[in-house]
């Protein structure tokens, strides 16, 4: 943040003082959901008046910039992404979309015996192996979805590719286009590590999306599961009424008749 506020502007201070956090905000001093100095900490370091803070902080609060949060401070919002159902697309094409910068960390990788569920799905035997793939999706330095995803043994080479980037994109690449998917959403806490890699606090309400995609021959071709921050993620559903607009076409065309 800058380190003084000039007297003689014609802006207000409490307007220069919204403007300097927010300039923080977007040069990532301050990121998505961490505080900000408080109110006495920002009096003091540029020797305002508790009105004219409280003033500056309430302006950007107002914008959607920053949210209170009672007994605990001030922090800077973090964007929600939205995606709908109409769309088959990965959630680096998703995030990205929104200017989000992402990063995956991988946190393993391995061949594992397929669990019955996850076998009759994927089209293989039970106890069959497939590979198991775990990463951290981050957004802008937030962490948002901890992914767990389940391929065939036949994809494994998949683990030669760079993982952080969009697993679609790698399957594109080798003739293996995701055409069709079915997506099961439910609610689920937040267990110990999944809050410490999250960064959300133990029994916190997350999303779990669950995926079984098929390949242009309708070939499963992953199932995963995806334990998302519901503070970043939403999920849009786009309902049509057909026969409204049925009716709407019928009665065009009579009346062109």
């Not at 949060?69 to 998703?94: A, C, M, W, Y």
């Not at 979805?145 to 690449?173: A, N, T, W």
Request: glycine fraction near 6%; proline fraction near 4%.
């Amino acid at each position: 943040m800058v380190k003084c506020l000039a007297t003689n502007s014609k802006d207000p201070l409490y307007i220069q003082l919204a403007d300097a956090i927010l300039q923080a905000v977007k040069e990532g001093e301050f990121k998505g959901g961490e505080k900000i100095p408080s109110e006495e900490e920002l009096r003091k370091l540029y020797g305002l008046s508790r009105v004219t803070v409280r003033t500056a902080i309430d302006s950007l609060v107002s914008q959607g910039i920053l949210v209170k949060k009672q007994g605990k401070g001030t922090f800077v919002t973090v964007p929600i992404v939205e995606s709908n159902t109409e769309h088959l697309r990965g959630f680096t094409d998703i995030f990205a979309s929104h200017g989000y910068q992402m990063k995956k960390d991988i946190l393993s990788m391995s061949i594992i015996p397929a669990a019955p569920d996850y076998a009759r799905k994927l089209s293989i035997e039970p106890e069959a192996n497939i590979i198991e793939i775990q990463r951290l999706l981050i957004a802008d330095g937030v962490p948002a979805i901890l992914e767990r995803l389940y391929l065939p043994l036949e994809y494994s080479f998949v683990l030669k590719e760079d993982l952080k980037g969009s697993l679609y994109q790698i399957l594109c690449s080798h003739g293996i286009y995701p055409t069709m998917a079915k997506k099961q959403i439910d609610i689920c806490h937040a267990t110990a590590e999944e809050a410490r890699l999250l960064g959300v606090k133990a029994k916190t309400a997350l999303f779990l999306c669950t995926d079984h995609v098929n390949d242009q021959e309708g070939k499963c071709i992953h199932v995963s599961r995806q334990i998302i921050r519901s503070d970043i993620y939403k999920l849009v559903v786009h309902s049509t009424n057909v026969e409204l607009e049925t009716r709407k076409k019928k009665n065009e065309i009579e009346l062109l008749s």
